[in-house]
């Protein structure tokens, strides 16, 4: 239990860290269209967008973790991945190359298709049909 419980914090403070920096892009983004000027705050590399970013990336990532319908729900997904009969990397190299190699085939079939076609509706355009 102790793992799942420590996946599940891993699992929010990722969430925030990936929040933080999108909301960081976002404020940049909305500073520059509306002519905020984006101060740095902590050095040159840390502007107030990625402030505002990190405060409510990571703040939503702590309510979240706090609440216990979220943590169940986390909780319960790591629980149904470890039920999961993951294949064995050989059998997922033999799967690739029969999905690559279908997808190489179907190509060729509907690249020959257009082609054919192609040529006779042009052939069609060019001849005059006489009613």
Known sequence: MRQKSTLVALFFLVAGIITAFVLHLAFGSLFGVMRVTNRPILGDGFP????LGTVIGLG???VCFSL???KTL???VIDELNKVNWPAFAETRVNTAVVIVTSVVAALILGTFDIVFLQLSTWLST????L
Request: aromatic share 0%.
């Open 48 to 51: 107030l967008s990625a402030l």
């Open 60 to 62: 939503a990532g702590a």
């Open 68 to 70: 216990p319908r979220t």
């Open 74 to 76: 986390i909780g319960e």
């Open 127 to 130: 001849q005059q049909i006489h």
